[in-house]
Nanobody, 121 residues
């Protein structure tokens, strides 16, 4: 079992910043990709950003230049620095990770429980 726990969400004014964190724990041999997704009320979950083990990153067009994803491999943690936030960024943000489990070497893909980000004046 691999568990992901997000933190750092909250209420922020337009133009403000927030930093989300997601820590992975459990039977982890290796984490390959870590990513952030978001889901606004009444909408489908959408990709926000990802970072692979080699450090390569991808971003949704809607957040490029405003959001930065990073990871600390020693802590099995991924971060999402969100700047210049807009009301349309309001959503529940979910962390996702995939890799290999220890002992069994089976692949895993796990989701966190989500953290709410609300951008409003």
């Amino acid at each position: 079992q691999v568990r992901l726990v997000e933190s750092g969400g909250g209420l922020v004014r337009p133009g403000g910043s927030l930093r989300l964190s997601c820590a992975a724990s459990g039977n982890i041999f290796r984490i390959d990709a870590m990513a952030w997704y978001r889901q606004a009320p009444g909408k489908q979950r959408e990709f926000v950003a990802s970072v692979r083990g080699d450090g390569s990153m991808n971003y949704a067009d809607s957040v490029k230049g405003r959001f930065t994803i990073s990871r600390d491999n020693a802590k099995n943690t991924v971060y999402l620095q969100m700047n210049s936030l807009k009301p349309e960024d309001t959503a529940a943000y979910f962390c996702n990770a995939d890799g290999l489990m220890s002992f069994t070497n089976r692949p895993f893909q796990s989701w966190g429980q989500g953290t709410q980000v609300t951008v409003s004046s």
